[in-house]
């Protein structure tokens, strides 16, 4: 089974400033990874996924994140906040292949807030 | 209107009183899922189905039972919900599995006292 770790339940930036929102997973198989936002009373929205063509995704938004298999790392960024982008964001895996390929493990969410 | 529909949304009952949450997809999608969202802990998978009469268990499955006879519905029911089991639920479907993209629904609030 995959665990995803999110570093920071909390991030906070200025308007303007860069955005940097951490997940490290698990599995040292590269799976489907992929980043989603919640804003507040709805349900999640796809920002972007990673599905082994390219380590560097680009998504909604403005959104940005890099597969690194050595850290197993897939960190979400954004080089510009806006006011906007203040929600709850969840990184996700998947494990990909075989018996359990319709599983899917997330994190435990950061939730960014962004001051004017 | 390309949607995910949950009902009910918002949900209050009583310890052990069976109780459906339907999921209904207009997408044809073959993959639908349903998770819960607990304060700090994210979203769980409860059970997911990768297509019509094919149903597998997540990561947290106590508790719940689903089937899968149409592609459109995926029900989750509690037999004998209990107050742990107070939380917010979504459901959600892809075309793809989890290589496409998920599309979830509202969610839906239960409350067991």
């Known amino acids: 089974a995959q665990s995803v770790t999110q570093l920071g339940s909390h991030v906070s930036v200025s308007e303007g400033a860069l955005v940097l929102l951490r997940c490290n997973y698990s599995?040292?198989?590269?799976?489907?990874l992929f980043w989603y936002v919640q804003y507040p009373n709805q349900g999640l929205q796809l920002l972007l996924k990673?599905?082994?063509?390219?380590?560097l995704v680009k998504g909604i938004n403005g959104f940005e994140a890099e597969f690194k298999k050595s850290e197993t790392s897939f960190h979400l960024t954004k080089p510009s906040a806006h006011m906007s982008d203040a929600a709850e964001y969840f990184c996700?895996?998947?494990?990909?292949?075989?018996?359990?390929?319709?599983?899917?493990?997330f994190g435990r969410g950061t939730q960014l807030t962004v001051w004017p | 209107e390309a949607q995910v529909t949950q009902n009910p949304r918002y949900l209050i009952t009583v310890t052990g009183k069976k109780l459906t949450v339907t999921c209904s997809q207009n997408m044809n999608h073959e993959y639908m899922s349903w998770y819960r969202q607990d304060p700090g802990l994210g979203l769980r998978q409860i059970y997911y189905?990768?297509?019509?009469?094919?149903?597998d268990k997540g990561d947290v499955p106590e508790g719940y039972k689903v089937s899968r006879k149409e592609k459109r519905n995926f029900p989750l029911i509690l037999e004998s919900p209990s107050p742990n089991q107070t939380s917010l639920y979504f459901c959600?479907?892809?075309?793809?599995?989890?290589?496409?993209?998920?599309?979830f629904g509202e969610g839906s609030r239960l409350t067991v006292l």
């Open positions: 990673y599905t082994s063509a390219a380590t």
């Open positions: 959600a479907s892809s075309l793809e599995g989890l290589a496409g993209e998920l599309f």
């Open positions: 189905s990768m297509n019509v009469e094919v149903t």
């Open positions: 996700a895996v998947s494990e990909g292949r075989g018996s359990t390929l319709g599983r899917l493990y």
């Open positions: 599995s040292s198989v590269p799976p489907y």
